[in-house]
């Protein structure tokens, strides 16, 4: 019997269920070695779905790292306006804190007509609002 020649095929399955097929076909030379052809031949099966599943792999990671560089962009955002938003009450916490030492400095002059216990809770308020009592 002569062989002229020889088919190949690989089948690889994953473990998502899915498989991947390959095969390769080689026309035999005269005094070429069938078993060689053969074992080079599935050997280059072999590669191409192991090529083939690198770069599915490759594709899944570059997908990945769009991902996250998107969520890094929006975390990025997110953090800009958290500052902004905390810079502007800072700002604002500290016109309340002078608001309420203006008010007691009135109430100590009798300027302004407010109960002990009233002035105290003016104080106990902006001693709150000193920058040592909250995080920037």
């Known amino acids: 019997?002569?062989?002229?020649?020889?088919?190949?095929?690989?089948?690889?399955?994953?473990?998502?269920?899915?498989n991947r097929k390959i095969g390769l076909r080689a026309v035999l030379d005269e005094g070429e070695d069938v078993k060689e052809v053969y074992l080079k031949l599935a050997r280059e099966c072999e590669t191409l779905l192991d090529i083939q599943d690198i770069e599915a792999r490759k594709e899944l990671v570059e997908w990945h790292i769009r991902e996250y560089e998107?969520?890094?962009?929006?975390?990025?955002?997110?953090r800009e306006e958290?500052?902004?938003?905390?810079?502007?009450?800072?700002?604002?916490?500290?016109v309340l804190?002078?608001?309420?030492?203006k008010i007691e400095k009135l109430a100590e002059e009798k300027q302004v007509k407010l109960s002990e216990k009233i002035?105290?809770?003016l104080r106990s308020i902006r001693r709150a609002l000193a920058p040592s009592y909250y995080d920037p």
């Open 82 to 94: 958290f500052n902004q938003i905390r810079q502007e009450l800072e700002s604002e916490l500290g």
């Open 97 to 101: 804190a002078r608001e309420l030492e």
């Open 119 to 121: 002035v105290e809770k």
């Open 70 to 78: 998107e969520r890094k962009k929006e975390l990025e955002k997110i």
């Open 1 to 18: 019997m002569k062989v002229v020649e020889i088919y190949v095929e690989r089948l690889k399955s994953y473990g998502d269920y899915s």
